[in-house]
């Protein structure tokens, strides 16, 4: 059965500073990684997808992944306030069945 | 959650009763997955659809559900005979198939009671 992990949280963070969530997955075929963002009552919000490895960087966003590791990342720099959520890595196997996976997902708080 | 719609937001059903959902994906799409997220859970895969075809539904229990995509109209996620543990949130996401990033919908929050 495939299994995404992520790091347990809760994650705090004060204003200005890196947050660091991590992802495992169990599937070595996965080809597709995500990361949502899920505000309290919400639906998730794609911020970031990454499909090989190394780094991919979108404005205070870097997802990294390592697929002989099995791992993916997202760093949030500068946090604000505003990114107090819950953040979801999801992992599809290809194909062209893109269903997801999910993690449980890591509850981010950062302080003023 | 450009574009994707759910209906209704919210749903509240007595055990026993039916429920029905519904998800217009985003306009060009013809793909949609339906997925649950019960309480201080993940997100978990229901069903795989295109219009008039169920692709993957090895997520959706065997029983009481059944989820259909019409030529026409919206995709409805069906649940007989509600029980207290079918409450939870129910996303729907649309692609074009072409490409796998998934847009998720509002959501419906549907609780038993």
């Known amino acids: 059965q495939k299994e995404v992990e992520q790091n347990s949280g809760p994650l705090s963070v004060p204003e200005g500073a890196i947050a660091s969530l991590n992802c495992t997955y169990s599937?070595?075929?996965?080809?597709?990684f995500f990361w949502y963002r899920q505000y309290s009552g919400k639906s998730p919000e794609l911020i970031m997808s990454?499909?090989?490895?190394g780094d991919k960087e979108d404005g205070r966003f870097t997802a990294q992944l390592n697929k002989a590791s099995q791992y993916v990342s997202l760093l949030i720099r500068d946090s604000q306030p505003s990114d107090s959520a819950t953040y979801l890595c999801?992992?599809?196997?290809?194909?062209?069945?893109?269903?997801?996976?999910f993690g449980k997902g890591t509850l981010l708080t950062v302080n003023p | 959650n450009a574009g994707v719609m759910q209906n209704p937001r919210h749903l509240v059903r007595r055990r026993g009763q039916e429920a029905r959902l519904r998800c217009s994906p985003m306009?060009?799409?013809?793909?949609v997955y339906w997925y649950r997220q019960l309480p201080e859970e993940g997100l978990k895969f229901m069903v795989y659809l295109q219009k008039e075809n169920i692709i993957d539904e090895s997520g959706m229990p065997k029983e009481r559900f059944s989820a259909e995509f019409p030529k026409e109209g919206p995709s409805i996620l069906r649940i007989q005979q509600v029980v207290r543990g079918d409450s939870a949130a129910y996303f729907c996401a649309s692609t074009t198939g072409q490409e796998d990033e998934q847009y998720f919908g509002p959501g419906t929050r549907l609780t038993v009671t």
């Open positions: 999801a992992v599809n196997g290809g194909g062209s069945n893109y269903k997801l996976t």
């Open positions: 990454i499909y090989s490895n």
């Open positions: 306009k060009g799409h013809s793909h």
């Open positions: 599937d070595r075929g996965s080809q597709s």
